[in-house]
């Protein structure tokens, strides 16, 4: 069982930045690839960024390369997502998931139902 708890969501301007945090509980967090998704009004959820277990291998969506970065500290069992630059368009519900597929955990996937645990979601506004 894993327990992921989201936090750092706010209302921002456009250009301005934002670090969410996931905390995780769990056996064998260290172990698991982890991602972030979002999902807006009236649109499905997406795929964001994804890090390995190691944090070596990290993915983006083309939407947030360049702007978002994705990292963890294993120590602390928390994953982060560094948002620069932010858009209008980057207002969502953003979750944290944790992969317990081992097979995936160099390589993180970017498709939602491949994540089996996920956060409760925090709400990122930005405004125009």
């Known amino acids: 069982q894993v327990v992921l708890v989201e936090s750092g969501g706010g209302l921002v301007q456009a250009g301005g930045s934002l670090r969410l945090s996931c905390a995780a509980s769990?056996?064998?967090?260290?172990?698991?690839?982890l991602g972030w998704f979002r999902q807006a009004p009236g649109k499905e959820r997406e795929f964001v960024a994804a890090?390995?277990?190691?944090?070596?291998?990290?993915r983006y969506a083309d939407s947030v390369k360049g702007r978002f970065t994705i990292s963890r500290d294993i120590a602390k069992n928390t994953v982060y997502l560094q948002m620069n630059s932010l858009k209008f368009e980057d207002t969502a519900v953003y979750y944290c998931?944790?992969?317990?597929?081992?097979?995936?955990?160099?390589?993180?996937?970017?498709?939602?139902?491949?994540?089996?645990?996920w956060g409760q979601g925090t709400q990122v506004t930005v405004s125009s």
């Open positions: 998931a944790a992969d317990t597929n081992v097979l995936r955990s160099i390589n993180p996937a970017a498709a939602a139902p491949l994540y089996d645990y």
């Open positions: 769990g056996r064998a967090f260290s172990t698991y690839a």
């Open positions: 890090i390995s277990w190691s944090g070596a291998g990290t």
